[in-house]
Each structure stands twice: as structure tokens, then as C-alpha cells.
């Protein structure tokens, strides 16, 4: 029997320890759509005193892996990118809403806009995935 996408991303969640240490919250757990938030920790900066880039990026693509894994196919990114747009701070709360650009039986096209507490966009994630046509199961 299939999975709802609820089962999927909270499975997925679970077995997920870098979405589990960046502390990530689910807000929202549509297909193409998923929204995440977390807040960023002392631990999380670089020697420059602003977050780290991966932190953003790691966010964004769970974002990418939760929004393309919902819809009930097992599916893995091929390509990203982000561009950073605004510094990110210890204390930041960051939310990131993933948009379906494209989807077809095999590939699908996403783009993320990551946002912090003051709703100014901090960062830009576009990503590809590969569906494997392997459904999520129980």
C-alpha cells in the first residue's frame, strides 16, 4: 500500500540526522510544496561570524528532497544550486516553501526561497531530481 506523503517525509525525517540536527521543523508537507523552518545555532557560523552557506544549502535541499519524495516516488537531486543573497546570523529563524517547476515521469524541477525571521530572502536553491519510477511503500 502506498504511502501518504505525511508517512513519506515523516519516514524520511527519521532516518535523516543532518534535517534532525539542524533542528528542522515541517510546516507543511504538500507534494512540490513543502515548507520548513529552523533556527540558526552558535554552532552553525564560520570564522567570519555568519552562518555557514551549507547550513542555507542544507536546508533548502531537504526542502528539495521532502517536496520531490511526497509525491509517493522515490527520487534523489542530480543538480543544485544557491546563491546567497543576504547574511545569516546565530538566532536567524529561517523558513524555506519549495515550488514544482516541472514535473514529468522521470525528472523534476524546483526552486527554494529561503526567508528569515524579517521575511527578507537570504538565499536562492534551484534543484533537479531523478524519479526512480519506485514507489514508497509500508
Not at 59 to 74: E, K, M, P, T, V
Request: proline fraction near 1%.
Amino acid at each position: 500500500m502506498a504511502l501518504s506523503s505525511r508517512e513519506i517525509i515523516d519516514t524520511m525525517m527519521a532516518d535523516d540526522k543532518m534535517s534532525q540536527w539542524l533542528g528542522i521543523e515541517i510546516l507543511d508537507y504538500t507534494p512540490g510544496a513543502v515548507s520548513l523552518k529552523m533556527t540558526v545555532r552558535e554552532e552553525m557560523v564560520n570564522g567570519f561570524k555568519v552562518t555557514h552557506g551549507g547550513i542555507t544549502y542544507c536546508l533548502a535541499d531537504s526542502a528539495l528532497a521532502f517536496s520531490a519524495n511526497a509525491h509517493g516516488i522515490r527520487s534523489m537531486s542530480i543538480e543544485t544550486s544557491i546563491s546567497h543573497l543576504k547574511k545569516v546570523t546565530t538566532g536567524d529563524v529561517l523558513t524555506v516553501q519549495s515550488k514544482e517547476l516541472s514535473l514529468s515521469r522521470k525528472i523534476g524541477v524546483y526552486e527554494m526561497d529561503v526567508f528569515n525571521q524579517d521575511n527578507n530572502i537570504v538565499a536562492h536553491f534551484k534543484g533537479t531530481v531523478y524519479r526512480s519510477g519506485i514507489e514508497w511503500e509500508n
